[in-house]
DNA sequence: TTGTACGCGTTATCAG
DNA sequence: CTGATAACGCGTACAA
């Protein structure tokens, strides 16, 4: 039933050698042959078998992505996006999703290594350990193949990276607010992870800038959860503190924001003025839709694998891109 | 370098077959041989090649997925859970995005058939067209390998589906919407597909049983495109034709439709119920939130990898199995 | 319980 | 331009 490279070089009447180079488009190959070859191969429906040609040529064309979790919505996208960038350059995607815990995310490389991938992929922040020694597993792997990181960044021998910068998005916006009068401003983020103190940094920063003070209360950790957005602007709202404006490190916790606007009857932006982060659906399936920064997922992801590519024919490619964020502005801000 | 068999066999003093009985848990090895191979896998840190093993066993235990866009919200969800149920039965995934063309879904079938996938899991009601002529190419590849369905159906040979009881879904609430005064309803829906037409039937069969006769500006094709859900409405709405309450195909509709409500400061439920369909995060983060139907995602990914893993180790199983979806209340209905 | 030897289907080298 | 043949690394009958 299926047939392999020797039938089809006995029913061509020639070697397996010819119909290798056939398959491989060799030049070296007389117009005759190569048509009377291409004809048994489409006669006899003929595909070359990947396992005996991975094992030659040591490749399977695959390469590993990696995420925590890929129905997250930010991280969906980035999957779309790397698997039709790679599948562009002919390499299929093995998608392996890890969650947040250390020891399973070393597990999954390893498994992942040794199924002999071309390259790993590391997408989102979240698999850079803020204890630099707890990273040594990636290191570690790129002693093997390539490891592209999407929005982290580890040092290392064959670790490539390419990241928003997204200490300047925050800046800048947190930034705009202030420079519209709006200076009682909360900060609400979602993780300490590398990327996560990145932004806060920015918002302080901003602050710093315009000699404002920042009170201990304005920046807070929510994790990913809209709920304990909302419910912490209730606590701080009932305490009087005063505040006009919410930044967030993702559009989540300003869904968050808006529902606490919404049960207090607070108009949006003129009461307080609201910045998401990613500019996902959400930004625009909200009421009012959300001015959201947008972190170009599609942009570092063609990047990353462009970079890969580069690895893959030897030319010099750069170690660390950065991607500049954009600002997108909708209805929860009137700068 | 790299390490194969043996230089395993030559360090443990004995030979490839016994090494890999050991690592392939063969009990006819003596414990003392075991360890002792053991101890130099892990000393000399072995893997077996992946392709070479793939060549004599002609399986990678690698499952291909299609779906025509992973960053979509319910098919982004589907694929974590197809790839989490893979993984845990050791199966890796190779991701494929499609889009909708049917020449570009026939070519990326025929492309991850010839990497010797064991199996294909279709995701999604997209592969099903209309004209099953056109799902010949289904019905060719399950000549090679099973093919999963999740979410539609195609009758033949080695072809299984999972799915959705969308119709009795729809018909379910729109016959609860119905008993509770409301009549005038309007159905908005995203597509033609087999599914999609389903739940449309639902729509019609509530009316059918209730006898209430349904006006045809009541039904509205509008993509997966919420403005053009906002639109509709607003037309409807401007030339006062009656509407006091809106089921929709999908949650991105449902956030039009709420759009609508909002524009014209229209009270939901109040003034308008509406019905998601999904359950999607969107039908958290809107507000109000939206009632919604939950098509069970999670139930449709665990029980078609079951399947499979039926169909791999012979066992009899099912070519067609329904999951029954759940209404889940929030704050855009009273009932 | 262990070892030998072959098959799996390619690609690449080298000789012609 | 073409053909013979050696890797590639593993699993497994079969022999011992």
């Known amino acids: 039933m299926l047939m392999n490279i020797y039938d ?189 103190l990145n932004k806060l940094s920015g918002f302080r920063k901003a602050h710093f800038m315009h000699n404002l003070l920042l009170r201990p209360e304005y920046t807070k950790l929510c994790n990913k959860d809209y709920r304990r957005a909302k419910e912490y602007l209730t606590e701080l709202y009932e305490k009087k503190v005063p505040f006009n404006a919410v930044v967030t490190s993702d559009d989540y916790l300003a869904v968050g924001a808006l529902k606490f606007a919404y049960e207090f009857g607070l108009n949006v932006p003129g009461d307080l003025s609201i910045v998401g982060y990613n500019n996902s659906i959400l930004a625009e399936c909200t009421e009012p839709a959300l001015t959201s920064i947008d972190s170009r997922v599609e942009s570092l992801c063609i990047t990353t694998v462009k970079t890969l590519m580069g690895i893959f024919n030897g030319s010099d490619v750069p170690n660390k891109t950065y991607i500049t964020a954009n600002i997108i502005k909708r209805n929860t801000t009137s700068f």
């Open 8 to 196: 089809v070089s006995k029913k061509a009447g020639v070697s397996i050698a010819t119909v290798s180079r056939v398959i491989n488009g060799n030049t070296n190959v007389s117009e005759k042959t190569k048509e009377k070859v291409l004809s048994v191969i489409k006669e006899i429906g003929y595909t070359p078998n990947v396992f005996a040609r991975g094992l030659g040529l040591n490749t399977m064309k695959t390469i590993g992505i990696m995420c925590t979790d890929s129905s997250d919505l930010y991280l969906a996208n980035a999957v779309y996006y790397l698997e039709r960038e790679l599948r562009a350059n002919d390499y299929d995607s093995i998608l392996c999703c890890t969650g947040t815990d250390l020891e399973t995310k070393k597990k999954y490389l390893e498994l992942l290594l040794s199924k002999r991938v071309d390259a790993i992929i590391l997408v989102g922040s979240k698999f850079v350990e803020s204890n630099d020694n707890d990273n040594s597993y990636i290191k570690e792997a790129a002693k093997k193949v390539p490891i592209m990181l999407v929005n982290g960044h580890v040092d290392g021998e064959n670790i490539y990276t390419t990241l928003c910068n997204d200490e300047d998005a925050i800046y800048s916006v947190t930034d705009t607010l202030i420079k519209s009068g709006i200076t009682d401003i909360v900060y609400l983020y979602t993780s300490n992870s590398h990327s996560g």
